[in-house]
């Protein structure tokens, strides 16, 4: 069956950095595109970023982190990143990953990010 699990979350300061990770299982990696998600609490879950499917990997950001976040894929470890830097307070959330267009989602990893 269809896996995606993240890893990556945990406490970080105010101008910190983190990367997350997404592992899929049980699809075709490659020809996917996939995506992050956060909820913030008492929040609707929000889009984040995507990459597109194959080695090119066009990407598409929400304003609010262009130029501090970066998505990326290797297609080999079927396992997408969000690289996150420059972090702030509203960054704080749980973040999911998702293939795009399919009701396949991970658990989620909490981030915190301290003031």
């Known amino acids: 069956q269809v896996q995606l699990v993240e890893s990556g979350g945990g406490l970080v300061q105010a101008g910190g950095s983190l990367r997350l990770s997404c592992a899929a299982s049980?699809?075709?990696?490659?020809?996917?595109?996939m995506a992050w998600y956060r909820q913030a609490p008492g929040k609707q879950r929000e889009w984040v970023a995507t990459?597109?499917?194959?080695?090119?990997?066009?990407?598409t950001y929400t304003n609010s982190v262009k130029g501090r976040f970066t998505i990326s894929r290797d297609n080999v470890k079927n396992t997408a990143y969000l690289q996150m830097n420059s972090m702030k307070p509203e960054d704080t959330a749980v973040y999911y990953c998702?293939?795009?267009?399919?009701?396949?989602w991970g658990q989620g990893t909490q981030v915190t990010v301290s003031s």
């Open positions: 049980g699809i075709i990696f490659s020809i996917n595109t």
């Open positions: 990459i597109s499917s194959g080695g090119g990997g066009i990407t």
């Open positions: 998702r293939i795009l267009n399919s009701y396949y």
